[in-house]
Every structure is written in C-alpha cells, then in structure tokens.
C-alpha cells in the first residue's frame, strides 16, 4: 500500500475517532502532497512523500523551538504534539552504527578525499537516510570524515 494511501486511511479513522488534532496534522501533510502535486502536474512517489514528511517534521522542531524561546509554551506543546503523528509514516530511523556504516560506504563508493568532495557523498546518502536520519547531523559526520 503506497505511503498517500496509507496517510488518507488514516485521516478517514482520525475523522471517525474524532481525533481533532490527529486529523489536523494529517490533513496539512495531505494539503502539502496535494499542491506539491498540483504545482509540478505529477503523482509524488513515496519518497518524495517522506521528504515532505520529512520537511513538515523539521518545521514543527524548528517552529516549537522559536515558541519555547518567546515563552508560548502552550504554541510549542501544539507544535511537538504533531510530531509523532508525522512520525508515525516515516521509515524506522537508522541506528548510529547504520549511518556510520553507510557514510564508509559512500565515501569509498565515490573515492571521496576531501571535503571538497563531500556534495558527491552527500548525493549518494541522502536516497539512502532520507526520512530516516537528520541530514544536518549526517553532513557533519561526513565533514568529520572527510578532514
């Protein structure tokens, strides 16, 4: 069953529960595939689904994050209360021994030697980590191994 499938059958039980704030969150993931497919005249594959996903996740971190440090603790709970529900559709997450597995294997892949390589690893990971490690964090494991 494909990932757009799964995030409407779950809004339809959301509905039926009642569930408001479960089916707040789903509905503004499926209002994002929805005009992202509009915009670009495709049908999103499900990757392209856990990168909005993805997207929509780190938004909710960064937004709480700038409402706990104005002291609107009550905006910051709305905005962590959505995250498991965006979680719940993306990949299991990768273990630090996967990913520093994985950044080996690209940087042998590739023949990377310096940092100046780095956007070719970085393009050989992200398919591989995408939804399922921060990208920010794995950029900087790479940069480490790279120097």
């Given at each position: 069953?494909?990932l757009?499938v799964?995030?409407?059958?779950?809004?339809?039980?959301?509905?039926?529960?009642?569930?408001?704030?479960?089916?707040?969150?789903?509905?503004?993931?499926?209002?994002?595939?929805?005009?992202?497919?509009?915009?670009e005249?495709?049908?999103?594959?499900?990757?392209?689904?856990?990168?909005?996903?993805?997207?929509?996740v780190?938004?909710?971190?960064?937004?709480?994050?700038?409402?706990?440090?104005?002291?609107?603790?009550?905006?910051?709970?709305h905005?962590?209360?959505?995250?498991?529900?965006?979680?719940?559709?993306?990949?299991?997450?990768?273990?630090?021994?996967?990913?520093?597995?994985?950044?080996?294997?690209?940087?042998?892949?590739?023949?990377?030697?310096?940092v100046g390589?780095?956007?070719?690893?970085?393009?050989?990971?992200?398919?591989?980590?995408?939804?399922?490690?921060?990208?920010?964090?794995?950029?900087?494991?790479?940069?480490?191994?790279?120097?």
């Open positions: 069953m494909s757009k799964q995030l409407q059958d779950a809004q339809k039980d959301a509905l039926r529960a009642k569930a408001k704030a479960r089916l707040s969150t789903l509905r503004m993931v499926m209002a994002a595939i929805k005009q992202r497919e509009v915009d005249r495709i049908e999103l594959s499900d990757e392209q689904i856990i990168a909005i996903i993805t997207k929509q780190k938004q909710r971190q960064d937004a709480a994050q700038q409402y706990h440090d104005a002291g609107r603790e009550d905006l910051a709970e905005e962590l209360a959505e995250i498991p529900v965006l979680q719940e559709f993306l990949p299991k997450p990768l273990t630090e021994d996967e990913v520093a597995e994985l950044i080996a294997l690209a940087i042998e892949q590739t023949g990377a030697s310096g390589d780095m956007g070719k690893v970085m393009g050989v990971l992200k398919p591989q980590v995408q939804g399922r490690a921060d990208m920010g964090a794995i950029s900087g494991l790479v940069r480490s191994k790279l120097n």
